[in-house]
T-cell receptor, first 112, second 111 residues
């Protein structure tokens, strides 16, 4: 059972470039979310989805887009990368409202 | 805004001693709390959780205490081992299924 899988593990972008961070889970969880983690700070919620076809903004959504066409996949898109988006990104999925979130291994993104 | 914080950014303990990691939260409406462990280069890993109708919960070598009066959460690790070295995060859920994370405490286990 793979759990939550994120790709790529590392990525370097130039300012203005676009890319998509992939996230897939095989646990049939309805709820998925994206966080960013910066030095000295906890994880901050970017976007989340409570089920296929439904997405919503978290604490720091600016500069990011998401979609949820299937239960399994929840990609995060950067349309025009900025140095401020240099961070480690984590995808997570949750089975129900009363259970913990399972995290992927993270994507380390550097924007130069 | 509401936030979850930790009292100490770093904690060093001798191998075999007990560790206590503290967390303060500000939202009295939060009803579910989780402790996560994050090793270098990896995603956060669930350790233990506690709901607001409980004061204490025990797992294998770990205990979480919740004091709702002062909005304080702690994680106790018994007989700390080198493999316990990591960053520990507390997280609170205060609306829907979203969690608010604290900045983390780095635990170092000394030989």
């Amino acid at each position: 059972n793979a759990g939550v899988t994120q790709t790529p593990k590392f990525q370097v972008l130039k300012t203005g470039q676009s890319m998509t961070l992939q996230c897939a889970q095989d646990m049939n969880h309805e709820y998925m979310s994206w966080y960013r983690q910066d030095p000295g700070m906890g994880l901050r919620l970017i976007h989340y989805s409570v089920g296929a076809g439904i997405t919503d903004q978290g604490e720091v959504p600016n500069g990011y887009n998401v979609s949820r066409s299937t239960t399994e996949d929840f990609p995060l898109r950067l349309l025009s990368a900025a140095p401020s988006q240099t961070s480690v990104y984590f995808c997570a999925s949750t089975a129900t409202v009363n259970t913990e979130a399972f995290f992927g291994q993270g994507t380390r993104l550097t924007v130069v | 805004g509401e936030s979850v914080g930790l009292h100490l950014p770093t904690l060093s303990v001798q191998e075999g001693d007990n560790s206590i990691i503290n967390c303060a939260y500000s939202n009295s409406a939060s009803d579910y709390f989780i402790w996560y462990k994050q090793e270098s280069g990896k995603g956060p890993q669930f350790i233990i959780d506690i709901r607001s109708n409980m004061d204490k919960r025990q797992g294998q070598r770990v205990t979480v205490l919740l004091n709702k009066t002062v909005k304080h959460l702690s994680l106790q690790i018994a007989a700390t081992q080198p493999g316990d070295s990591a960053v520990y995060f507390c997280a609170e859920r205060n609306y829907g299924q979203n969690f608010v994370f604290g900045p983390g405490t780095r635990l170092s286990v000394l030989p």
